[in-house]
């Protein structure tokens, strides 16, 4: 074979990924299971490189030198077991399988055990910034076993975006790593939206700005500390007018939100690792509250509330909002990284959460300058807890807070949703009490369950009989 390197599944990720890796002029071979997909592929980029077609699985293999490399870029589940199961007879022993969809990180370490045990190396890697992002340079998290991804790596970092000279592209860790940062970065990417989306609302029915204006001001945002891929689109979207009626795109939109999973996913694991994830999780639910419109259309005339608005523009308002925004996304992340630094103990996964600050910081959809501050933190304290405890983010939150809380007050007095603001204040204020309300928890768990508590002044377990003498006893003794 002379390809260096396969892709199956052409769809719109699998077309742009093999057009990009076959316009930095490495030969590539090309698969779908639908041979007409890869006929139409070859019509219209097929003089952009060195393309092989390949009408069945069997032909796409033997056009590959090896060891193979086989990116697999189909829909996620059921379809990359297939493909795999397919694939598994026509290869030898050491090719590589590697899975670029968005696949869940429990799959990918299944089916890196499973290509094992037939002499396969699986890898899976997690690839974000949308089509765009797949032609032109995404940013790319692979995981799998080393040895597997130095066969690959010039490739994939030839390919992916480029920031101040470093690509946006670095082993992981081993087997699901991969895949789990790619899913915590779409995670915060549902916390940043949502934060963006509060925002909005804040802006549009307490500060009583009209569409165009609240346009400009994110505009204006887009070059401070905010400065960010998704707050430069936000401009562009609210700036957009609607053709057909002449009004603001936005205000003919539907404004339920719907999603893939990957946020879920996200949000499933924080809960299971025991990790507080609360903007990631308040952006899914809230997607979930977005989706009940019929019943918010009902719940709109029967539930009692303040009307919000009535303040004609305010300018001290729109900058506490933006300050409000960017303390809520530090808090976002602080707790994004918290849970990728959870993940990594409980796997064995040895991450280093400076790179992957550094790999987002192009090529993805959360991409923003924001990154290199995470980046600078990590690179001095590799081993941080949180992200909040570095000067650089404790001095940017405490100078936010004041404003934090005012827009809150003010939200929350005029009866508008901000979860994910608020939501994140409190994480901040319960973060940084010494002692909180969990004694008393504690307390109850023990009355009602027997489940025993710690004290302040001594070591062991201790119970109150609170059903008999009252008396308190040592249970661990
Ligand atoms: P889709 O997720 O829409 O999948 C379509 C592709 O999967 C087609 O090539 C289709 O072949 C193939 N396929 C299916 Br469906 N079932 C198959 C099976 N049983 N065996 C073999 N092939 C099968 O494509 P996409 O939007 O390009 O996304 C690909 C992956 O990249 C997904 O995991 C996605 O989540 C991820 N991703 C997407 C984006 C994005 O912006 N779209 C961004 C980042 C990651 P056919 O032509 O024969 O039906």
Redesign the pocket.
Known sequence: GQSRIGV????????NLARNIARRGVPVAVH???SA?TKEFMEEYGDEGAFTAAENLADFVAALERPRRIIV????G??VD??IE?LSPLLDAGDIIID????HFADTKRRTEECAERGLRFMGIG?????E??LLGPSIMPGGDPAAYAEVEEILTSIAAVVDGTPCCTQVGPDGAGHYVKMVHNGIEYADIQLIAEAYDLLRSVAGLDVPAIAKIFEEWNSGDLESFLIEITAKVLAKTDEKTGEPLVDVIVDQAEQ?GTGTWTAIDALQLGVPLTGITEAVFARGLSALRDERKAASTTLAGPTPGGGADETDLVDDIRQALYASKVVAYAQGFAQMRAASAANGWDLDLGAMATIWRGGCIIRAQFLNRIRDAYAEHPDLDNLLMVPYFTEAVANAQDAWRRVVVKATEQGVAIPAFSSSLSYYDGYRRERGPANLIQGLRDFFGAHTYRRTDTEGAFHTRWAQDGAEVRTDA
């Open positions: 199956t599944g052409l769809a719109v990720m699998g077309a779908n299971r639908t997909r870029m189909v829909k996620a059921a379809p297939g493909v397919e670029a969809g968005n696949s690839v974000s910034g949308g089509e992002g797949a893939k």
